[in-house]
Antibody
């Protein structure tokens, strides 16, 4: 059974950098791409980007200039950094893997001055 | 980019009856490896999404057989038979043939 556990700061000021990490427990970390997905309050799901165990990334073009996704294979973890946040980045952020078979619990990130 | 379009936006259904949700992609979801990476997710209020169906019609572990998926190419359907109260939530289609993209969601509620 694969479990994803995510953590990171939940309250940011405008222009700060969002930072989240997701740990993968069980399963094969090297077999799949690992994704970040977000959901603004009351709205649908938006793919942010993904990474595999070798560090190969794919990003949503609409966010690409502000995103960095990295991986630490020694800890079976992957991380998201989103720079220069604004109120529009307020959302629940999820990590997911195995092409959406497994999801983290979600982290509400609020951007407010 | 592959755009996913879901209908209807909302589906009021009587307990014990069936609900059907459609999903259309802007281009074929057949991958070069021959698979079609179209999945369906359920999201109950306040919870993360949960995988129901993957590769069009395969039920994920623990998913009741009341949930079934069908379709091919660009047109796909999720059917919920004998709707129960616990099925209330928002349902999303998602394609993983080319990165990930999600449909806008369909809210299933009890009449």
């Amino acid at each position: 059974q694969v479990q994803l556990q995510q953590w990171g700061a939940g309250l940011l000021k405008p222009s700060e950098t969002l930072s989240l990490t997701c740990g993968v427990y069980g399963g094969s970390f090297s077999a799949y791409y690992w994704s970040w997905i977000r959901q603004p309050p009351g709205r649908g799901l938006e793919w942010i980007g993904e990474i595999n165990h070798s560090g190969s990334t794919n990003y949503n073009p609409s966010l690409k200039s502000r995103i960095t996704i990295s991986v630490d294979t020694s800890k079976n973890q992957f991380s998201l950094k989103l720079s220069s946040v604004t109120a529009a980045d307020t959302a629940v952020y999820y990590c997911a893997g195995y092409t959406t078979k497994y999801w983290g619990q979600g982290t509400l990130v609020t951007v407010s001055s | 980019d592959i755009v996913m379009t879901q209908t209807p936006l909302s589906s009021p259904v009587t307990l014990g009856q069936s609900a059907s949700i459609s999903c259309r992609s802007s281009q074929s979801l057949v991958h070069s490896d021959g698979n079609t990476y179209l999945s369906w997710l359920q999201q109950r209020p306040g919870q993360p999404p949960r995988l129901l169906i993957y590769k069009i019609s395969n039920r994920f572990s623990g998913v009741p057989d009341r949930f079934s998926g069908s379709g091919a190419g660009t047109d796909f359907t999720l059917k919920i038979s004998r709707v129960e109260a616990e099925d209330v939530g928002v349902y999303y289609c998602v394609q993983a043939t080319q990165f990930l993209s999600f449909g806008g969601g369909t809210k299933v509620e009890i009449k």
